[in-house]
Structure formats: C-alpha cells, structure tokens
C-alpha cells in the first residue's frame, strides 16, 4: 500500500454499517484525512460525529462535494438514481464516486443518466460482500470487511487509474478484491444473496401465517430456525430496493428453487427415503467441500 493516494477528504453519503465501517477502516489505516457524512437521519449523523466514523456533518451538498477526493454511496440501491442526479451539478471532475451496492445493472444505469462523462470516467461501481443484520452509525466495524469479498464492475469508460485507486482502497480494509461484469454479478448474488434474504423473511411470515399464537410457536424454535432467519433482521428497506433492483434475475432464482422444492414434496409423497438422503448427502457434501475452500 506504499503508493496508496491518501483522500484529504472523503465523503460518504449514508452513514450506517456499511458506510460507516468504511470510514472506520480507512481512518484506521490513516488513509482519509477528513471525513464527511451525508444522510437522512440528523441523529444518526450526530451518532457517527461521537463514534468518531466522521468528522463533520455536512450542511450543504455544494460545500460538502467541494474538493472531494472520493464519494463514497452507501445509502439504499432504491435512492441511487436520485442522489446521482442531486450530486452530479456539484461533482469535480477529477472526484471519484464509488458505490456498495448489492445490485450493479440498476446502478450502472443510474450513472449513465445522470452522471456527465467526465464523472463516469471516474466511477467505480462496487459492492463489499460483507454485513450482518444491524444497521444504522452504531453497528459499524472497523474489521467488517476483514477478509471479505469485494466485486468492482467498472464501466468500459471507467479510467484503470480510478480502479486502482478503489481496489487499492479496499484492500486497505483488508478486503479481497474481484473484478466482473455487472451482468455476472447481479446473477450470483441473485442466488448467494438475495434469494437466502427472501427466503429468511418468508420463513418467519409463514410461521406466522400457520399459527394463531406465533409467539408460542418461536417459543421453541432451535437454533437452527434463529441461523436460518437471523437476516430476516435486516433492514426492510434496503431488501425491497435489493430485490426490485435485481427482480429478473431473483423471479429466476425463485424459479429454480421452487423446482428444488416441488422435487422434494414428490420425495415425501412418494415415502422415497433412498432419493431424500441422496439430496440431503449432496447438499451436505457441497457445503462441506465450500467450508472447507472457504474458511473465514
């Protein structure tokens, strides 16, 4: 990281998990000199001033993008367009914006009606493969994205030297990072990511449909039910941006799995205990052989 530029100022606009574990690492790896938070919430911004994630609350959009060295978008994928049309008359020339979102296409698409030229050569669309289920100033880590994934999915105009500089930024967070078309990453997060989301939010909505008095039913749910839900925690908002975002792709995943499903209801229904333990040995057999490339 020798040759890293370190950002004289940096200005994240929403201040929560993500964006405020991205202050946090950088300040320190003692790569943001000055850091500015742009968001909603006035007592959320307030929270990251005495955490410490920024150093100033901006008041103005003109002033706060004024000098910039990177903006860095972390707020909801569904506010993307506006905010790109809002920062766009104040953006320099030579400011690199990047993003985290979970969806690329959308974003990308974004950019390219609001953003001039000049500040597309600068864009780095990107999206850190990292979280849990908290959210808002205080949930955010330093180490978040210790040894997590990040994909860049720059556009053909995007200059090599503002990927550099994102890539190298990451890094610094000590994060992994790829580079792949935002085509590709939209289709394998529709199946790692955002289908497991929905599926975790619909569990916890059919308990609650089958019962008259779910809270006695959750009564006794083990922890294998608590892992499999812990994300139906996450931010309501953020998911249903997600998954309009990347609707064609998830309507695909949805598909698939309810194929997966349909085979095993005739599993069950047939009293086929020899192909139930062939599925479930091949389930088990990938997901032990990616624990063990995988380990964490």
């Not at 790896?29 to 000055?34: R, Y």
């Not at 599926?199 to 008095?213: K, P, Q, R, V, W």
Request: net charge negative; charged share 20%.
């Amino acid at each position: 990281m020798a040759n890293i530029a370190i950002l004289n100022k940096l200005v994240i606009i929403g201040i929560g998990l993500i964006g405020g574990s991205f202050a946090l690492a950088l300040r320190n790896a003692g790569l943001a000199k000055h850091i500015v938070g742009i968001g909603r919430s006035q007592q959320n911004l307030q929270r990251a001033v005495e955490l410490n994630i920024i150093d100033e609350i901006a008041t103005d959009i003109t002033s706060a993008l004024h000098s910039a060295d990177l903006v860095f978008l972390a707020m909801p994928v569904g506010q993307t367009a506006h905010i790109m049309e809002k920062i766009a008359p104040h953006l320099q020339a030579n400011t690199i914006i990047t993003d985290a979102g979970s969806t690329k296409q959308d974003v990308i698409a974004a950019a390219r009606h609001h953003l001039p030229m000049q500040n597309r050569h600068h864009f780095v669309p990107g999206h850190p493969i990292a979280g849990t289920e908290q959210s808002g100033a205080q949930a955010a880590q330093a180490d978040l994205y210790h040894d997590k994934h990040v994909i860049l999915t720059p556009l053909p105009e995007t200059s090599t030297d503002a990927v550099d500089q994102v890539r190298q930024l990451w890094q610094a967070c000590d994060a992994q990072v790829s580079i792949m078309p935002a085509d590709e990453h939209d289709q394998i997060l529709a199946a790692t990511s955002h289908l497991p989301h929905l599926l975790a939010f619909t569990m916890i909505n059919h308990l609650n449909h089958i019962t008259s008095n779910p809270e006695k039913m959750l009564r006794f749910a083990g922890s294998g039910l608590r892992d499999f839900t812990r994300i139906a925690s996450s931010s309501t908002e953020m998911w249903r941006d997600i998954c309009l975002a990347n609707r064609e792709a998830l309507l695909k995943q949805i598909d698939g799995y309810q194929n997966e499903l349909k085979l095993l209801q005739e599993m069950l229904k047939n009293q086929d205990g020899k192909a139930l333990e062939k599925a479930f040995s091949q389930a088990r057999g990938v997901r032990e052989d990616w624990l063990k490339n995988n380990k964490d």
